[in-house]
């Protein structure tokens, strides 16, 4: 059995992001770029049922630039078996949306047949929640979002997959082949180990056009222009209760 | 303004400072020497000794004489553990009395002046007064160099933390002495600097005490002491002469150059209030690796080969025992063992940082695939974003704060040749046995040693197996008892181990020079017979 993981190349959690001067975007030169917290979790969910016994290969898979290449040498270096990646360089006038992401992830998994597609819940750059539903919707295929828990039935090609909702946990039944999302608590993603990253260098990774796979991806939207949320106004700390009354009442005005 | 107030007050200042208890509290934080038991029961003690001395409020502030004094000594002697001498508090000082403090409220305003904290500002000259004084920064110090001894005015800086101005073109630095250290990178890290000196009690650290005891922390391996990036420095010295050398200019060849005594002189030549520091470009990419060694020969080996392979872009070389690690699991939140598979004896943490992400990863990798196949390296793993390098550096920096954590802690700093760097380690677990765990881990890379002995209450005894012997040890080898935590009070009497007499008449007539009444931090740096 096949597993297929979708992975995204971002900005790095730790980062602080700032908006571009010219306001068309965030700023991304020399920023540290590292692969999403959720698709690392999601990585980490495949090696792990892959090390279960459940499935037999891990293919990695990214749509981006070239440089997207090293998100897909870390999911080998975690331990993927091989990668295959879509090459696009992003327009930031013309965002690449998460159906483009979609259809592309439907034309791979079309031509790689996995059993499971496992991706991260959301990116941490855009927050969309959308990928998944989406890959989901374009393939027919049953999904299992913010996963919690999974539990693979090769035998009867189910999974089982606790979700985190709103009103606490709720557990379905998915008939396989299915879509899977990651949330935070599914695992703790293991560290790149050198004897696997140097596993790693003789690994393959597949490169391929949107257009080789017959998508088209023009993108709808344009994005006009990009601004910081407005600056928060410190607190200030008062000396006595009467300087807070005055305040309440000639500043804020609710006296 | 603000200087010729701090002058002022120096020339006013004789013994006063009479700290209340939270203001040490912090101590028992930030590695304090103190045993965790004792220290509870210090800060009890010390404000009913010395809280009857200060304020309007008490009547008229006699010191309370002899018995105090012994509990004093009993007190500092259980909290400053080492077998420290017993320090008689020098009648040659005078007492605070309410004139003087509210002389002190005249100047510094009523909330300048408090049991708690006064805030360095002016203060009329009083040539007859000798008022003792410590001065006192974040108050993270090791080694007692920043708390009173007896009645000791503090003079608290935490008020002077203005930047002054930042040159974004050279990376040069102006501000206060007190401004705390984690600001001050956070500052220069928005204009693309970094502050020359990184250490774990960033948070609460002030630039001032960090020059004033040369403090070496993290970056060292990378950017040097701070003889080096300090530029210029603003002083007050004990007769209340404001010093100021407070250039900005990298290179000045004019005359003697006297930043460099204050440096590191703890205090005790004068009281820094401005401070001008280079601070290098902030580099874009960085790379941590934790690997797992099977000796310490290893170790060594590695650090060479790093040298030579990573060269200019090696940041960091952290090197830890595994008891370290098993006791940094045990007891720092929030972080994860690496390697937990490898039950390995030491543990080596290398940082990059240079400016191309991809060519820095390559030659890390190179490297460390080098190493593995040379032997050197067990095991490893590279972080691949920033919270898996922040939970390597979260083991390497809490391991500190974990050792305080189990209850008494013996901490020794020491520099020793790397060859040699553990077998004082090793030493000391014969010598100890069973009673207490012993725990190597430090900057190998500038072969620096923190030696921490833990054990779960305070003993003589088991004092007594470390010292002196540890101190002897250190001198045999020709090291440094205390590479970078400096000597304070702790220390002050064991100046010899590691320098000649010679040496230390000429620090003390230096001393006699710039403080001829000895009111600038009195008990502390040097030892008492030669002063």
Not at chain 2, 63 to 91: D, L, M
Not at chain 2, 162 to 175: A, P, R, W
Request: aromatic share 6%; charged share 25%; hydrophobic share 40%.
């Amino acid at each position: 059995m096949k597993i297929l993981v979708a992975v995204k190349r971002v900005v790095d959690y730790a980062v602080k992001v700032r908006v571009r001067p010219d306001r068309t975007g965030v700023e991304t030169a020399n920023i540290k770029m590292s692969m999403n917290p959720f698709c690392e979790i999601a990585v980490e969910e495949a090696l792990r049922l892959r090390e279960a016994g459940a499935a037999a290969e891990v293919v990695a898979a990214t749509v981006g630039p070239a440089q997207s290449a090293d998100t897909l040498r870390t999911a080998l270096a975690m331990g993927a078996d091989r990668a295959v990646h879509v090459l696009h360089d992003p327009d930031p006038a013309r965002p690449f949306l998460p159906l483009a992401v979609a259809k592309i992830l439907r034309a791979v998994a079309l031509q790689e047949k996995p059993s499971l597609v496992i991706l991260g819940k959301q990116a941490i750059d855009d927050d969309c929640n959308q990928t998944g539903q989406m890959l989901a919707g374009l393939l027919q295929w049953p999904q299992g979002t913010f996963a919690s828990k999974v539990i693979l039935d090769t035998e009867k090609q189910k999974a089982t997959v606790e979700q985190e909702v709103d009103g606490g946990i709720e557990t379905i039944c998915l008939d396989l082949p299915a879509v899977i999302t990651t949330d935070l608590r599914l695992n703790q993603p293991r560290y790149a180990t050198l004897p696997n990253i140097m596993k790693a260098k003789s690994k393959v990774i597949k490169k391929i056009a949107p257009e080789d796979l017959g998508v088209d991806i023009r993108s709808d939207m344009e994005v006009i222009e990009v601004n910081e949320p407005p600056k928060r106004k410190a607190g200030v700390i008062l000396s006595s209760v009467d300087e807070l009354l005055d305040k309440l009442k000639n500043e804020a005005r609710v006296l | 303004m603000a200087r010729r107030e701090a002058a002022r007050l120096l020339h006013r200042l004789g013994p006063l400072a009479v700290e209340s208890p939270t203001r040490g509290m912090p101590h028992s934080q930030h590695e304090s020497t103190n045993r965790i038991v004792n220290s509870c029961r210090r800060f009890h003690w010390i404000p009913s000794l010395q809280r009857p001395l200060c304020g309007p409020t008490t009547s008229g502030g006699i010191y309370e004489g002899q018995s105090s004094a012994n509990k004093a000594c009993e007190v500092q002697k259980r909290t400053f553990g080492s077998a420290a001498t017993h320090i008689q508090r020098n009648p040659a000082y005078s007492e605070l009395n309410s004139d003087d403090v509210s002389y002190f409220k005249s100047v510094l305003g009523e909330n300048g002046v408090v049991q708690d904290e006064d805030r360095v500002m002016s203060c009329k000259c009083r040539l007859d007064g000798r008022l003792a004084v410590v001065p006192q920064g974040g108050n993270t110090g090791l080694v007692g160099g920043s708390v009173p001894v007896y009645d000791e005015v503090i003079v608290g800086l935490a008020g002077m933390d203005k930047i002054i101005s930042f040159d974004n073109v050279n990376g040069i630095l102006t501000s206060e002495a007190g401004c705390v250290l984690e600001n001050l990178s956070k500052l220069v890290e928005n204009e693309g600097f970094i502050m020359p000196l990184d250490l774990g009690a960033k948070g609460s650290c002030h630039i001032g005490g960090n020059i004033s005891t040369n403090a070496g922390g993290l970056r060292f391996i990378r950017y040097g002491s701070l003889h080096g990036s300090v530029l210029g420095l603003e002083v007050v010295l004990a007769d209340g002469t404001i010093l100021d050398m407070l250039t900005t200019l990298r290179k000045d060849n004019t005359g003697y150059d006297l930043k460099h005594l204050f440096i590191g002189s703890e205090g005790s030549l004068g009281v820094v209030t401005k401070i001008s520091v280079l601070t290098p470009a902030k580099l874009p990419s960085t790379n941590v690796a934790f690997l797992s060694c099977n000796d310490y020969k290893s170790c060594q080996k590695l650090l060479l080969a790093a040298r030579r392979s990573l060269g200019e872009i090696l940041s960091a070389f952290e090197f830890m025992d595994h008891h370290c690690i098993d006791l940094a699991m045990r007891h720092v939140e929030g972080v994860h063992n690496p390697l937990p598979a490898s039950p390995y004896k030491f543990y080596v943490l290398i940082e990059t940082t240079g400016s191309d992400e991809s060519y820095d990863k390559t030659k890390l990798e190179a490297f460390l695939l080098r190493s593995m196949e040379d032997g050197l390296v067990a095991d490893g793993v590279i972080a691949q974003d920033i919270s898996q390098a922040t939970n390597f550096w979260q083991i390497r920096e809490g391991i500190s704060e974990a050792s305080v954590k189990v209850g008494a802690v013996y901490k020794y700093d020491l520099s020793i040749p790397v060859e040699k760097l553990y077998d004082i380690v090793e030493e000391m677990r014969c010598r100890l046995g069973d009673s207490a765990e012993v725990l190597g881990y430090g900057h190998l890379g500038d072969g620096n040693l923190h030696l921490n002995i833990v054990s779960s209450k305070y003993d003589d005894n088991t004092l007594g197996r470390i010292e002196p012997f540890v101190y002897e040890w250190t001198s045999a080898q020709r090291g440094s008892i205390s590479a970078e935590h400096g000597l304070g009070l702790m220390k002050a009497e064991k100046i010899h181990y590691s320098k000649s007499p010679e040496a230390v008449q000429l620090m003390a007539s230096i001393k006699k020079l710039l403080d001829p009444n000895s009111i600038l931090n009195p008990y502390k740096v040097l030892p008492q017979s030669v002063l």
